[in-house]
């Protein structure tokens, strides 16, 4: 490919959603590519990563990231191609992962939003960086053994258990010995998750009556929640802690889209009762960690104990909508979109 006469089409952020984000948040528009300057490169984008985070950049508040500001391009992770390099660490074919948005194109000195540019290894699928190796997969790796401290024997239940990072976490419980129940919407996520996933049993949430059902599968009580889910899991779950417990927070999606505040977990008193520990954590702390992650989920995933499903998505025009299906459970898998081939 040459960058003669190269249009990129971009997706940029045109207002805030208010509940439930939507395509038309977004303007899909063209532009020109700059020349490139010194110690800068060309990259081609190959897939987008999708993350519920993505939904937080969007209102402008404190987080631990700058909100994504109207008319700038929509922030995510990205498998890109080089296409041209000014940059010596860089040639030209060269595949790497990065954050270099909702665009076809980008023109980058290699450093961007919350993941600079680094060569995928040629023994991974390259998809796999960002899902299995990626972030998902590493905020299973560091919240469940860092944070929840599992141990062998312990009851574990998993929110969001199908999803990209709720099953990770559930088959590394496994392999500390743990019992693992997952949580998850729909018989086919259920499914997998018992036939396939290695997990002791799973609840589908949108038909059984989950504190009942939960009470059933956990007659001795939980010592680990690892919740990705938030809202009224996370209440029912506190009902049913042992002591010394250790609540997880990973995320709590099902309030994202929400207009207001969801209210606090009204069980919390358990907490107090059963001197349980509810810590949160972001991934992106254990940076200089990851090598020790992805060593040991490639290890995991070599010898079988890991699976992992990817749900790959095609067209840059579709990205808007390819982020609501994590807010819709439409995805199974690690939600990625497919832009374009590799020349
Ligand atoms: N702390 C960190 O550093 C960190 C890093 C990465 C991700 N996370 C968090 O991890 C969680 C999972 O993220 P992911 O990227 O792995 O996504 P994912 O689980 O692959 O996809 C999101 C899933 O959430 C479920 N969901 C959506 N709305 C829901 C609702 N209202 N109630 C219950 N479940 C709902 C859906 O599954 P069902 O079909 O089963 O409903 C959907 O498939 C999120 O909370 C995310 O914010 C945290």
Known sequence: MTRKNLKNRQWVLSSRPQGMVSKDNFEFRESELDELKENQMLLKNLYFGFDPTQRGWLNDMKSYMPPVQIGEVMRSSTISQVIESNIPDFIEGDIVQGSFGWQEFAITDGKAGFMNASKIPDNIPPTA????????????????????????????????????????????????????????????????????????????????????????????????????????????????????????????????????????????????????????????????????AISSLSNWVEEGKITYLEDIQEGIENAPDTLVRLFTGQNFGKQLLKISDPD
């Open 129 to 292: 960086s960002l899902s299995v190796y990626g972030v998902t997969g590493l905020t299973a790796y560091f919240g469940l053994l860092d944070v929840g401290e599992p141990k062998e024997g312990e009851t574990v239940v998993i929110s969001g258990a199908a999803g990209a990072t709720g099953s990770v976490a559930g088959q590394i419980a496994k392999i500390k010995g743990c019992r693992v129940i997952g949580i998850a919407g729909g018989t086919k996520k259920c499914n997998w998750l018992t036939e396939e996933a290695n997990f002791d049993a799973a609840i589908d949430y949108k038909s059984a009556d989950l504190t009942e059902t939960l009470r059933e599968l956990c007659p001795n009580g939980i010592d680990l929640v690892f919740d990705n889910v938030g809202g009224e899991f996370l209440d029912t779950a506190l009902t049913l802690i042992n002591m010394n417990a250790r609540i997880v927070l990973c995320g709590a999606i099902s309030t994202y889209n929400n207009e207001s505040p969801a209210p606090g977990p009204s069980n919390y008193m358990s907490l107090v009762i059963m001197r349980a520990k509810m810590e949160g954590f972001i991934v992106l702390d254990y940076l200089d960690r990851f090598p020790e």
